[in-house]
C-alpha cells in the first residue's frame, strides 16, 4: 500500500506528464502557450460537484474520464481542436489508489484526444473537480449559438436519452434488464465527447451546442441566441434499442429533457444534407435529422404523424424550484 502523498508530490506523481505543445507547462508559476497565428483560443470551464453532478463513491477512473469529457464537449460544440487543460481539484484525502484511478482516467482520455494537462490547483476539501480546457478554432468556423438560420435543418448525433435512462435505473425511477442496463450505464458514467464531429463540422454547419441539460432545453438556448424557432419531430430522434424497448411517453422524456448525453445538437443549410453524412462518416458518429429551424419564434414539438405534442419537457436548472 503507497503512502498518502504530500500536495507537490501528488502533482508530481499522478498529474505532471510531458505536455510537448506546450512553452512550459505543470510546475511553474504559470503554463505558458504559444499564440498560434491565424487561429483564436476557444476556452470553457466545468465544474464537477459531488453530490450534484456525481454520486458520492463514484468510481474514480469513469469520475476522471467523465470530468474532462464533459469539458471536451464543449470544444467539440464549438469546433476547436483540444489543445490545453487545467485541473483545479478539491480534494478530502489523498488516497493513492484514488487518485491513480482518477488520473489514469482522466489523462487516458487527455492523451486519446490531443490534449495537454498544462497546469491546475491542488487543496484539501469536499470532492470538486474544476476544469478548464482551451481549443483552437480558425475565425469563422466557430460553431456559435448565434448562428442558426430559418430553412436550417436540425441534427443530433448519437442516441439521446440514454443517460437520463441509466440515471432512472440508478434512482430506482424503472428497471431496466442486465443487458440494457450494461449498455446505457456507460452513456452516464463515461461519456465520448463528440470531438471529431464537431471538426469536421466546421464550415458545414452554422450553429451547434452539445446537450447536457435536455435537448430541448438546449435547443432553446440556440433559438433564442438566434432569434429564430424551430419545429422538431419528436419521434424521428434515434433511439438506442434500450431506449427504443420502453413506453412512448418515457421514451421521449429521456431523449427530450434528459441531460448528461453530451451528443452534439447542430443547424446546416438544408442542401448540405449529403457534407453533414460524410461528415458523420469521417468522424464515425451516427447523426439524424430531427426537424427544422424556421423564422418564426418558439418550439414546435411534432409526433410521426404530424400531430402537435403538447406536453412539456423541461432541461435541468441547479437553481430552479423542484
Ligand atoms: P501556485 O502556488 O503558484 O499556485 P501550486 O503550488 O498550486 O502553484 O502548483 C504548483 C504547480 O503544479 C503549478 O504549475 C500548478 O499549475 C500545478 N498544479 C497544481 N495542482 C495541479 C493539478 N491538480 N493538476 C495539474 N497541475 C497542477
Ligand atoms: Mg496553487
Redesign the pocket.
Known sequence: MPTPPGEFEL?ARY?RRPAPHAVLG????C?LLACEPGLQWAVSTDMLVEGRHFLAGAEPRQLGHKALAVNLSDLAAMGAQPRAF??A?ALPTADPQWLQAFSSGMLALADASGIE?V????TRGPLNLCLTVLGLVPPELALRRDAARAGDALWVSGTPGDARLALGHLRGEWQLSPAQAQVVLPRLHAPQPRVGLGLALRGVAHAAIDISDGLLGDLGHVLRASGVGAVVDADSIPASPALAAVATARRRACQLAGGDDYELLFTAPAHRHAKILQAAERARVPVARIGSIVAEPGLQLRDSAGRSIAEHYPSFDHFAAS
Not at 26 to 29: F, M, Q, T
Open positions: 502533482i498529474f505543470i510546475g511553474d508559476d503554463a487545467t485541473l481539484l494537462l497546469g491546475g490547483d491542488t
